[in-house]
């Protein structure tokens, strides 16, 4: 009863604080976006732990480059440190200049300023991008690494086999730090028509996840954003459309969302201040789609 | 699935003690049991063992090769996974000019797949199973050549982690993977389809 009104009170707050309208219009331009000012709702403390989550990018369109110019505007209000990648970083060709042109070229700015990607792999990633520098997955498909209170697990949802639910089970086991958070390509809830819930992904990380007290997840494959109503007290996005966009596939109505924007591109800020995650997602066009917050309860569970 | 179709079997034995209907009992037996008789039928160890042995002596055979190569740093440049990727492939290839279909999935060994998958996929998992890998995959069919590379361009699909758990498990430089009905053995870093088997998914 208690947890159901914790979910509850979250669950007006989050509403509260969520920009009003489910859809916004798109632009019209192609590679040329207009962008809003930059207008923050995070607290932007510098003792936070900031950062992004993008995913499905890896097309090298004008699109993909209007998205990052807006992400690089937002750096300069929020500088983050550091972005997660939700997989699907590299469509089609993975030569060096496919790197170059649907990596490197469109993020050359943030690569510039020192910001560190974390990426994980999507069904269209060649497992030798673990070993690429600018991925920093140090040679690995799945692996963990902290930053100040916050504990990541960047999954390999593509093949999700013994050695690794092991790995996992293992690894958070012992894992002391105050939010726990998993990132991975598949998401195991999601109102997308094309795709939807990967269930048997669910299954299996979904216990695991509970058992842990894994806060958040973060996850892409579908071309859209999904706040994902909490479920069994994990919180479930979907931000897959850093690069691609499959515009009005949220089934409406869907039981499982609690906001969803699927007319544009858009990606995630990220804010961590002690017991609170904040977030706030921008368009393509630099609107604020979504915010909100996050309060981890003190059993550990957000 | 054992434990099921066991249930299911006593559940026959005592409905048919209850009404004292051999005959009726002995087919209801045998029927609940088939399943569970076709996968004893592979489902030796003899078999996977064997199986085990095959892709282990292939993962020799490429770590030596691989040893010999410079090696990939953790923070390598997309030239060095280029170049990397496909030296690793012609030697692999070189090596294993001889390799042909059912070299790896034997046909005992591929029977034991198709009934572990048969077994993990019934009724409406099935349907969804078909409809992942026969419409919603972007890659529903290729031309399947042993030895060749899985082509960089196309999608891998997802293996289902309830299977993966099941099936015999593979070092880590192997992968199981669906293409339409049929599944690949393919190398992660070289890309190569090590074997194949057709008809995997019923």
């Known amino acids: 009863m208690k947890r159901l009104i914790t979910s509850l009170a979250l669950t007006i707050l989050l509403t509260l604080t969520s920009v009003s309208g489910q859809k916004l219009s798109a632009p019209r331009t192609n590679g040329n976006a207009p962008s809003a000012p930059v207008k923050l709702t995070l607290p932007n403390k510098d003792s936070s732990v900031r950062f992004v989550v993008i995913g499905d990018t890896g097309t090298g369109t004008g699109q993909q480059h209007d998205l990052a110019n807006v992400l690089l505007r937002y750096r300069q209000a929020f500088p983050f440190e550091f972005v997660l990648m939700m997989g699907d970083n590299m469509y089609g060709s993975e030569k060096t200049v496919d790197y170059k042109a649907k990596f490197e070229d469109v993020y050359k700015p943030l690569l510039d300023q020192k910001v560190k990607f974390y990426a994980s792999l999507g069904n269209h990633d060649d497992s030798n991008q673990r070993f690429y520098g600018y991925f920093n997955m140090e040679g690995q498909e799945y692996y963990h690494f902290k930053k100040g209170n916050v504990s990541f697990y960047s999954l390999n949802s593509n093949y999700m086999d013994k050695k690794q639910v092991d790995w996992i089970n293992e690894k958070l086991a012992t894992d002391t730090a105050d939010w726990k958070v998993a990132y991975f390509h598949h998401p195991p809830y999601s109102s997308g028509g094309a795709h939807g819930s990967d269930t048997r992904l669910r299954e299996i990380v979904e216990p695991i996840f509970v058992k842990n007290h894994v806060n958040v997840v973060f996850t892409g494959h579908e071309h859209f954003y999904e706040r994902i109503k909490p479920q069994k007290g994990v919180y479930y996005f979907i931000s897959g459309s850093g690069g691609k966009l499959r515009k009005g596939d949220v089934k409406k109505g869907s039981p499982l969302t609690d906001k969803a924007y699927d007319s544009d591109l858009s990606f995630m800020l990220i804010e961590v201040a002690g017991d609170q995650m904040h977030f706030q997602v921008i368009s393509r066009t630099g609107e604020t789609v979504d915010s909100g917050i996050i309060a981890r309860s003190t059993n550990g569970r957000g | ?202």
């Open chain 2, 1 to 202: 699935m054992g434990e099921k179709t066991h249930a299911a079997a006593v559940s026959c034995l005592l409905f048919t003690s209850h009404v004292r209907t051999t005959k009726i009992s002995l087919i209801a037996v045998i029927v609940a049991l088939s399943p569970a008789i076709a996968l004893a039928q592979v489902n030796n160890k003899p078999v996977a063992d064997a199986f085990a042995q095959r892709v282990k002596d292939y993962v020799k055979l490429r770590e030596g090769i691989e040893e010999k190569m410079p090696k990939l740093s953790k923070e390598a440049k997309p030239e060095e996974i280029e170049v990397h990727k496909k030296q690793f492939q012609e030697a692999v290839r070189a090596a294993r000019a001889g390799a042909k279909h059912g070299d790896l999935f034997t046909p005992d060994a591929a029977a034991l797949i198709r009934a572990i998958i048969k077994d993990e996929f019934k009724g409406r998992d099935r349907v969804e199973l078909r409809k992942t890998v026969l419409v919603e995959s972007e890659v529903k069919a290729l031309p399947l050549r042993v030895n060749y590379p899985y082509p960089e361009v196309k999608e891998q699909l997802e293996m289902p982690p309830n299977l993966l758990l099941r099936l015999p498990q593979l070092p880590k430089q192997i992968r199981y993977r669906f293409v339409g009905r049929n599944m690949l053995l393919v190398d992660r870093e070289n890309g190569l389809i090590l074997d194949y088997m057709t008809e995997a998914i019923p």
